[in-house]
């Protein structure tokens, strides 16, 4: 079956600075990824819709200059947390869809952030 | 606005059958799927329902009304292993932005 990765799995970082987090699909190709946070004991939350080789689409209240989304590859998307604050700590999970696919997402393992 | 409704937690004995219902408003369908999701775990696909009826896949069925905005995944012969989320969410349309909203799921309890 499909695989995505992501890593890292968990990531602890300082206030203010910055994190990178990648999304990978290992045997597929996906023109589209899709960014998720979820808050402990709460749903999946959609942050943002990536296309490859486009600007991310970002959902109502996420900042876009907070959270900064490249897929510059059919198999890779990063999410950078940029001047993370402890409030961000969070369970961030990545999606994929694959060119050929019918309609499943494909769900990455998940990062847990711990802003300090 | 999109809105999907689902009982926040439930309980239910091991050997046992359970519904876990859901109810959507959504600008749009074209599908709804049901994940489960163990705790600190990335979700996983269960179910996809795009046309009225009953799906069954082992021990899992989902059953779909369009009419009335309303899904269920039953769960029989319910083992420990269980015991998890299970997340309703719906995908309003096709297309490019082929985006799924989760419902806030419900937290299933599963004793012996």
């Known amino acids: 079956g499909a695989v995505v990765s992501q890593h890292p799995s968990w990531v602890i970082c300082k206030s203010g600075t910055s994190v990178k987090i990648e999304c990978r699909s290992l045997?597929?190709?996906?023109?589209?990824m899709f960014w998720y946070r979820q808050f402990p004991k709460q749903s999946l939350m959609l942050m943002a819709t990536?296309?490859?080789?486009?600007?991310?689409?970002?959902e109502q209240g996420v900042e876009k200059d907070k959270f900064l989304i490249n897929h510059a590859s059919l198999t890779l998307s990063t999410l950078t947390v940029t001047s993370a604050h402890p409030e961000d700590s969070s369970f961030y999970i990545c999606?994929?869809?694959?060119?050929?696919?019918?309609?499943?997402?494909?769900f990455g393992p998940g990062t847990r952030l711990t802003v300090t | 606005g999109q809105n999907i409704d689902q009982p926040t937690e439930m309980t239910a004995t091991e050997g046992a059958i359970v519904q876990i219902n859901c109810t959507y408003q959504?600008?749009?369908?074209?599908?709804l799927f049901w994940y489960q999701q163990h705790a600190g775990e990335a979700p996983t696909f269960l179910s996809y329902?795009?046309?009225?009826g009953l799906e069954e896949k082992g021990r899992f069925s989902s059953f779909l009304s369009r009419s009335k905005g309303y899904s269920y995944l039953l769960l029989k012969e319910l083992q420990m292993k269980d015991s998890a989320s299970y997340l309703c969410?719906?995908?309003?349309?096709?297309?490019?932005?082929?985006?799924?909203?989760f419902g806030k799921g419900t937290r299933l309890h599963i004793l012996p």
């Open positions: 959504t600008s749009g369908f074209n599908g």
């Open positions: 990536s296309n490859e080789g486009s600007k991310a689409t970002y």
């Open positions: 045997d597929f190709q996906a023109t589209t």
């Open positions: 999606s994929a869809k694959s060119a050929s696919g019918l309609y499943e997402q494909y």
């Open positions: 329902n795009v046309l009225d």
């Open positions: 969410a719906v995908r309003p349309r096709l297309g490019l932005d082929d985006k799924i909203i």
